[in-house]
């Protein structure tokens, strides 16, 4: 679990209102799924560092990314940072999703596509194509899509119908289900707004999919000393315990682990 304080290499516009922050390395090799906290070397002005996916990497580490939305002062702090200026990393932390699932099916909204970049690159070197489904209320929403051109099959979904397929994320699934581009059975990777995600779940367990979240569950430390983002789960994993660290034990759960 190293902190390491990075230079800003660029703050790259995806569109949308979102950003690619990319830091100069050494970014340690991190599995899809797994996180770090950040926060600015100077001028920080909250109390506590904010947490995210890693969204790309070099092959070799020299440099990183993450996917960040300036919505408060922490992230917008982040997004006005000038190349060469410090930001302090510490990870990479968390449980990410199952490596054994050879071929998922990934559910992102909005900044939840930032995980599965890194398993597009994965899949690709292993000879896979993923398949993605991304949905978001306008076109303007899809941030980061452009990026997996060539490295994933990707369908859209917008609420306005701006872009690909008309509506929510969930009916995209369940149309993809009806044309058997998804079938009973396979595995789900989901992550995005909470709402999205409760919705994505109760498809899969309707449809017999298996499902895997990556919650965006607020983390204050990061490493399991605060203990403010618990969640209740159930299940063998967590030995008869009713809560688990989102920050340890997470932050990908299987979907039947978490009481809704």
Same mark, same amino acid.
């Given at each position: 679990?190293? +902190? ?14 979102? *950003? ?9 090799? $991190?599995?899809?799924?797994? *996180?770090?906290?950040?926060? @600015?070397?100077?001028?920080?002005? /909250? =109390? ?5 996916? %890693? ?10 990314? *993450? %996917? ?6 922490? @992230? ?10 410090? =930001? ?24 939840? %596509? ?10 690709? #070197? ?6 993605? =489904?991304?949905?978001?209320? +306008? ?16 369908? +859209?979904? $917008? ?9 929510? /994320?969930?009916? =995209? ?13 396979? @595995? ?13 779940? #109760? ?8 499902? *895997? ?16 983002? +618990? ?14 660290? $989102?920050?340890?034990?997470?932050? /990908? ?8």
């Amino acid at each position: 679990m190293p +902190t390491r304080v990075h230079a800003l290499r660029r703050c790259r516009d995806l569109g949308g209102g979102s *950003f690619a922050v990319e830091v100069e390395g050494p970014i340690a090799a $991190t599995e899809p799924g797994q *996180f770090y906290m950040l926060r @600015t070397e100077s001028r920080w002005p /909250v =109390l506590l560092p904010r947490p995210f996916s %890693l969204y790309d990497r070099a092959d070799d580490g020299a440099w990183g990314s *993450f %996917l960040v939305k300036p919505v408060g002062e922490g @992230t917008r702090a982040l997004c006005a940072l000038r190349p060469g200026e410090g =930001l302090v990393l510490t990870g990479p932390l968390g449980r990410p999703f199952p490596r054994e699932i050879a071929d998922p099916v990934c559910v992102a909204g909005g900044v939840g %596509l930032a995980p599965f970049l890194l398993l597009a690159r994965a899949r690709r #070197a292993q000879g896979r194509t993923l398949r993605v =489904l991304f949905g978001g209320r +306008t076109c303007e929403a899809l941030a980061g899509l452009d990026d997996f051109d060539g490295l994933a099959r990707v369908w +859209t979904s $917008t609420d306005d119908g701006s872009h690909g397929f008309a509506g929510q /994320v969930t009916a =995209l699934l369940e149309d993809l289900l009806q044309r058997s581009e998804v079938r009973p059975g396979e @595995t789900v990777f989901c992550c995005g707004p909470e709402p999205m995600m409760h919705a994505v779940a #109760a498809l899969c367990a309707r449809r017999g999919l298996r499902c *895997f979240l990556s919650l965006e569950t607020y983390m204050a430390c990061g490493y399991g000393v605060c203990n403010g983002c +618990t969640v209740e789960v159930q299940g063998e994993r967590f030995k008869g315990w009713p809560y688990s660290r $989102t920050c340890i034990e997470g932050p /990908v759960y299987e979907a039947c682990e978490l009481r809704h």
